[in-house]
């Protein structure tokens, strides 16, 4: 995976900090700017996703991704930054693409902030290179793991599970408000997995391929599908190999898969090779890192994406 190393001036930060500060001595915290309410702060989608089902209007919720916005090579504005430091619970990925969060965080006093990580609520799993990848020049930084935690509909709900959970230990009063949401939603969840489930045990074909990165080794892994793409989860990469396509082009062919799967936001110019040249059909199998500026003014959920992912996967598989 390429390595993502966020720069951002220290000094800036300092700055930035000390006029949170100074905004925070006005009030005496920042749910009390707004009217009792604890606020939250994601810094991607899906959390944002889960604390509006679990919460309603009854905390405010900002996410600091914009809709549209790549999340691997997101940089936070100065305003990002004194909204994490005024919010109450800041939720955020845990991994490569967000280490610009855990700098911003150590240069902060969270001593009265609720700090979730999604790659410490669930058990995470390296990026692997699988055949006819091609590995990235990169300098030996340890282990890199996929950051896509929320992708198995699994995982989600542990993720659900502990959004509520924080909720509910900083606000009493609405925690069976909260506590109902979670568990209506945890169903749906349960429903969801037993649908991707179903149709994988009711195919004979187990893989998968991805004219794109890959950022579904955790939804792959819970159901036992096999896959090859042209990229790890988290590469920046746009442009892959002659090698690494003319090797996806003989897999479609060799093994007659029906369906080459791109993902959201993407240019889509492997995917359209692979179906040119094979007759492969082309679908989206959205992995829910974000969604486009109309999906997001529309309210579009988690769930809805998934329950479309299970539709395209079926007939991938077929």
Same mark, same amino acid.
């Given at each position: 995976?390429?390595?993502?190393?966020?720069?951002?001036? =220290?000094?800036?930060?300092?700055?930035?900090?000390?006029?949170?500060?100074?905004?925070?001595?006005?009030?005496?915290? /920042?749910?009390?700017?707004?009217?009792?309410?604890?606020?939250?702060?994601?810094?991607? =989608?899906?959390?944002?996703? =889960?604390?509006?089902?679990?919460?309603?209007?009854?905390?405010?919720?900002?996410?600091?991704?914009?809709?549209?916005? +790549?999340?691997?090579? =997101? +940089?936070?504005?100065?305003?990002?930054?004194?909204?994490?430091?005024? /919010?109450?619970?800041?939720?955020?990925?845990?991994?490569?693409?967000?280490?610009?969060?855990a700098r911003i965080l150590d240069s902060m006093d969270t001593s009265k902030m609720r700090i979730l990580s999604l790659m410490e609520i669930v058990d995470v799993v390296e990026e692997e290179i699988v055949e006819g990848m091609e590995e990235e020049d990169e300098e030996d930084e340890g282990p890199a793991y996929d950051e896509h935690v929320w992708t198995s509909p699994k995982n989600a709900a542990l993720i659900l599970r502990a959004i509520t959970e924080t909720l509910c230990k900083l606000d009493d009063a609405n925690s069976a408000f909260y506590r109902q949401n979670a568990e209506n939603y945890l169903a749906s969840l349960d429903e969801l997995d037993a649908s991707f489930r179903s149709i994988v045990n009711g195919t004979k074909r187990k893989t998968i391929i991805f004219g794109d990165r890959f950022p579904f080794r955790y939804f792959a892994d819970a159901y036992g599908l096999s896959y090859f793409a042209a990229f790890p989860g988290c590469s920046t990469e746009t442009e892959c190999s002659a090698g690494t396509v003319a090797f996806l082009i003989d897999k479609i062919r060799a093994e007659k898969i029906p369906v080459v799967f791109f993902i959201?936001?993407?240019?889509?110019?492997?995917?359209?090779? *692979?179906?040119?040249?094979?007759?492969?059909?082309?679908? *989206?199998?959205?992995?829910?890192?974000?969604?486009?500026?109309?999906?997001?003014?529309?309210?579009? /959920?988690? *769930?809805?994406?998934?329950?479309?992912?299970?539709v395209n996967l079926k007939e991938a598989l077929q």
């Open positions: 995976m390429m390595k993502r190393i966020f720069i951002f001036p =220290f000094y800036c930060i300092f700055f930035l900090l000390s006029l949170a500060g100074c905004t925070n001595k006005n009030a005496a915290s /920042s749910s009390a700017l707004n009217n009792g309410k604890l606020t939250v702060v994601s810094s991607i =989608f899906v959390p944002y996703d =889960f604390t509006r089902v679990i919460a309603g209007d009854r905390v405010n919720i900002k996410m600091l991704l914009p809709p549209a916005a +790549e999340s691997h090579s =997101f +940089e936070p504005t100065p305003q990002d930054i004194i909204t994490i430091q005024n /919010s109450d619970v800041f939720i955020y990925v845990g991994g490569e693409s967000d280490r610009w969060a959201e936001l993407s240019n889509e110019k492997i995917a359209d090779t *692979l179906a040119d040249e094979t007759g492969a059909k082309k679908l *989206l199998l959205h992995s829910a890192h974000n969604i486009s500026k109309r999906d997001f003014d529309k309210g579009v /959920s988690y *769930l809805e994406l998934m329950k479309q992912n299970a």
